[in-house]
């Protein structure tokens, strides 16, 4: 997703029709995967619609919420799948099935909705799905049930939702940073690693609100791992799960939400757990800032949209 631009964006120029469709702009082989994957896709659950948004939607790949822009490698296929109104099958049931057909290679982040709520979400101005109208590619359309035309967010109302929903979710992630703190004093690794898992979940949730109005319904560190990474590079080498020792770790948080709870005997090293204490206080101060600088610039489009509704 990409920075807000009221000046140059108009309804016209966002009509669902006037959506990109062309995914020429990719090599041969992504071009290929991605057709592979719409084939899967239809086999599986009959979509209305398959889109392709985020940083392959479009060939400026670039970090757009930092200080200055810098390039970034694209963190991964993300797709958005409409739903026919009459399957009524539970969302994430469906993003799971997907997912789990979905190896192509390249990561694949797969959300799933239907029609009406789609629809819903864009007449209702909400900037999560209309940056995915303004920027994405429908790369199949069942043509049987259009998208509404998308309304404009009203950026001080995204400016203050932002704000709020930050500092709730963000608090939540510190009260279970410091319970970890707490428990790991008393050695209790396997709570530790549970309060752990929460607030790198609770922060994860906090980053996806502040930025786009939106957060999926699910408990997968990993998926909300990969929905944040687009935000910045810094964000995306905290947990990279790049070699045995990175996933390994990775798995270990992420097997605090069940284990932690629920498994007797659990050998953590007292070092792994050191370690994963130190990765998620980096990853709220991360969050902070990076949440603090998004606030600011929806503050700017916030007061700019008043100026010019003033004129």
């Known amino acids: 997703m990409y920075r807000y631009d009221i000046y140059s964006l108009s309804l016209n120029a966002i009509k669902p029709h006037h959506m990109k469709t062309s995914l020429q702009h990719l090599t041969a082989c992504r071009q290929t995967q991605l057709r592979e994957i719409a084939g899967l896709i239809k086999a599986l659950i009959l979509p209305e619609k398959i889109i392709l948004f985020g940083s392959f939607a479009s060939p400026r790949n670039w970090e757009p919420y930092a200080d200055t822009y810098l390039p970034v490698l694209p963190v991964g296929y993300e797709i958005l799948v409409v739903t026919r109104s009459n399957d009524f099958r539970p969302d994430h ?74 500092e709730c979710w963000y608090h939540r992630s510190r009260v279970f940073y410091d319970l970890a703190l707490h428990t790991r004093l008393q050695k209790e690794g396997p709570l530790t690693l549970f309060n752990l898992h929460q607030a790198a979940e609770q922060t994860y949730q906090a980053i996806l609100l502040a930025f786009t109005g939106f957060k999926p319904c699910t408990h997968n560190l990993d998926k909300l791992r990969r929905y944040t990474n687009r935000f910045s590079l810094e ?65 700017k489009l916030a007061a700019d949209a008043n100026f010019q509704g003033v004129a």
């Open 235 to 299: 964000l995306a080498a905290l947990f990279s799960r790049n070699g045995r020792h990175e996933d390994h770790l990775f798995k270990m948080l992420m097997s605090g939400y069940v284990d932690g709870r629920y498994k007797e005997g659990i050998l953590i090293e007292e070092q792994e757990l050191n370690t994963l204490v130190h990765r998620i206080c980096s990853l709220l101060k991360l969050a902070n800032r990076l949440c603090n600088n998004r606030i600011l610039h929806l503050t």
């Open 93 to 166: 049931s469906l993003q799971d099935l997907v997912e789990h057909k979905c190896r192509s290679g390249t990561p694949t982040n797969i959300l799933v909705h239907d029609i009406g709520y789609v629809n819903e979400q864009l007449t209702q101005g909400q900037p999560f799905f209309f940056e995915i109208c303004r920027d994405g590619i429908l790369f199949f359309d069942s043509g049987a049930a259009p998208l509404a035309e998308p309304v404009m967010p009203d950026f001080p109302q995204v400016r203050d939702l932002a704000q709020r929903d930050f």
